[in-house]
């Protein structure tokens, strides 16, 4: 009754190919919208934006001369808030790029399986924001203490070692590692997603576990600055993230078995 159901609103849903092609512009154009408005608002605000970002730097270089960060070119700082800005717009706006995508998608969904692809929608920006957290609250102070134990003081015969780091450098740095970071917090989405079509199943990633170890060192290795905490600070969540996905795609096929066993019983 209920897949009876299922199929006679996908096909009141069904529209001309034109029509489709119009809604889809209209979904961007929303989107697009939002993200130029989130763009603005963030460019008001870029001032406090850097110094909520410079934080770990701030901190790193307490009670320090070279307490700063400095612009080597006039347009140095406003390239850098324009690039704060934007992406800060796009994290602002994208649960409505997603609200956009998931309004023009579902009504070709059947019941059960936007009920399965629902909860992603929230959880790719959670897992993001935590993955972007863990950069600057962890991985950004213990790298910068690391690089910064390589200063040098003057000495006879000898030129200082002082940072005098420029505002676009550290920005892109920290915003890079973020949305690294951002991304590899993604695993679990990506595998369970890969699991609900049968590309991937819960025994097979249990038996790849000692790839995925070795994979994700290499890949925190490549991500993170040449110290050992930070590619463990980053290694560590992701391995949990793993073993995560692992129980989701397991219970995702026991509630597939289960669905098919209903009804065969019945």
């Known amino acids: 009754m209920s897949a009876a159901r299922d199929e006679s609103d996908i096909e009141a849903s069904r529209a001309p190919l034109m029509d489709h092609l119009i809604e889809l512009r209209q979904r961007l154009l929303w989107a697009v919208v939002a993200f130029f408005v989130c763009f603005i608002v963030c460019y008001i605000f870029a001032q406090p934006i850097y110094n909520f970002l410079a934080q770990p730097l701030y901190h790193a270089l307490e009670g320090q001369p070279n307490q700063r960060l400095i612009a080597t070119?006039?347009?140095e700082t406003f390239i850098t808030y324009l690039t704060l800005s934007m992406w800060g717009g796009v994290f602002l706006s994208f649960p409505i790029l997603a609200v956009q995508i998931w309004l023009f998608v579902a009504?070709?969904?059947?019941r059960d399986e936007k009920a399965a692809f629902l909860p992603y929608l929230f959880a790719t920006?959670?897992?993001f924001v935590m993955g972007a957290a863990l950069v600057l609250y962890l991985i950004m102070p213990m790298a910068l203490h690391f690089l910064l134990s390589f200063?040098?003081?003057?000495g006879p015969g000898q030129l200082p070692i002082q940072l005098e780091a420029k505002v676009s450098e550290y920005f892109s740095l920290t915003m890079s590692l973020m949305f690294a970071f951002g991304l590899?917090?993604?695993?679990?989405?990506?595998?369970?997603?890969l699991g609900r079509v049968g590309i991937v199943t819960g025994d097979g990633l249990a038996k790849a576990r000692r790839y995925a170890v070795l994979g994700v060192f290499i890949v925190a290795g490549i991500l993170t600055p040449p110290d050992a905490l930070s590619q463990f600070a980053l290694?560590?969540?992701v391995l949990l993230l793993y073993e995560i996905s692992i129980w989701l795609v397991r219970l995702s096929e026991r509630r597939r078995t289960m669905a098919a066993e209903t009804p065969a019983a019945g």
């Open 235 to 237: 290694a560590v969540p």
């Open 73 to 75: 070119a006039p347009q």
């Open 184 to 193: 590899c917090f993604q695993l679990p989405v990506a595998l369970t997603l």
């Open 125 to 127: 920006p959670v897992l």
């Open 151 to 154: 200063q040098a003081p003057a």
């Open 107 to 110: 009504p070709g969904l059947y």
